[in-house]
T-cell receptor, first 111, second 109 residues
Framework: DAGITQSPRHKVTETGTPVTLRCHQTENHRYMYWYRQDPGHGLRLIHY???????DKGEVSDGYSVSRSKTEDFLLTLESATSSQTSVYFC??????????FGQGTRLTVV | KNEVEQSPQNLTAQEGEFITINCSYS?????LHWLQQHPGGGIVSLFMLSSGKKKHGRLIATINIQEKHSSLHITASHPRDSAVYICAVAYFGNEKLTFGTGTRLTIIP
């Protein structure tokens, strides 16, 4: 299995608080992705990174920011969490014409 | 808009049945992925293909580039095959994946 881990795995937070999710890989892949998964929508891309300090927005980026200061770590931050950001978040590495590997997911509940 | 359509959305079958899940896409792709997600679980890559056919155990994936269509087949289905199966494509010149909404498969013993 590819070395990709997410933390935390579960989190409950209050509306308006900042939240940071971490994705860590040991595969030295250039591309990393953050998705959210909601019923009826499938996986939707929030942000992605194509190298250290190189990031870009996905289709549902509003309310989220990311940072990648090292190849192995990709952080997703909710600056001020809202109930609409309650979701399951997945990190992935590689993709395109290469095999994709996903983290185990983070279940975030905003109350 | 580039879309990925899966069918059926839900499928319930008896153990031992032959299962087919379909995926259609709208424009040319560099690769198509089949993914599996068990309830409450992570997402696992089953296949990545750009042409032809691949087989792994009881799972077979095929793709028809001209028709922009792929199928995932499961032979001799088993309750442990119960999961959501997700199709995802990478369009030419784009590293990002576009996902279907998944097919929820339930195999009854």
């Amino acid at each position: 299995d590819a070395g990709i881990t997410q933390s935390p795995r579960h989190k409950v937070t209050e509306t308006g608080t900042p939240v940071t999710l971490r994705c860590h890989q040991t595969e030295n892949h250039r591309y990393m992705y953050w998705y959210r998964q909601d019923p009826g929508h499938g996986l939707r891309l929030i942000h992605y990174s194509y190298g250290v300090k190189d990031t870009d927005k996905g289709e549902v980026s509003d309310g989220y920011s990311v940072s990648r200061s090292k190849t192995e770590d990709f952080l997703l931050t909710l600056e001020s969490a809202t109930s609409s950001q309650t979701s399951v978040y997945f990190c992935a590495i590689s993709a395109g014409a290469l095999e994709a590997f996903f983290g185990q997911g983070t279940r975030l509940t905003v109350v | 808009k580039n879309e990925v359509e899966q069918s059926p959305q839900n499928l319930t079958a008896q153990e031992g049945e032959f299962i087919t899940i379909n995926c259609s896409y709208s424009v040319g792709i560099s690769a198509l992925h089949w993914l599996q997600q068990h309830p409450g679980g992570g997402i696992v890559s089953l296949f990545m293909l750009s042409s032809g056919k691949k087989k792994h155990g009881r799972l077979i994936a095929t793709i028809n580039i001209q028709e922009k269509h792929s199928s995932l087949h499961i032979t001799a289905s088993h309750p442990r095959d119960s999961a959501v199966y997700i199709c995802a494509v990478a369009y030419f010149g784009n590293e990002k994946l576009t996902f279907g909404t998944g097919t929820r498969l339930t195999i009854i013993p």
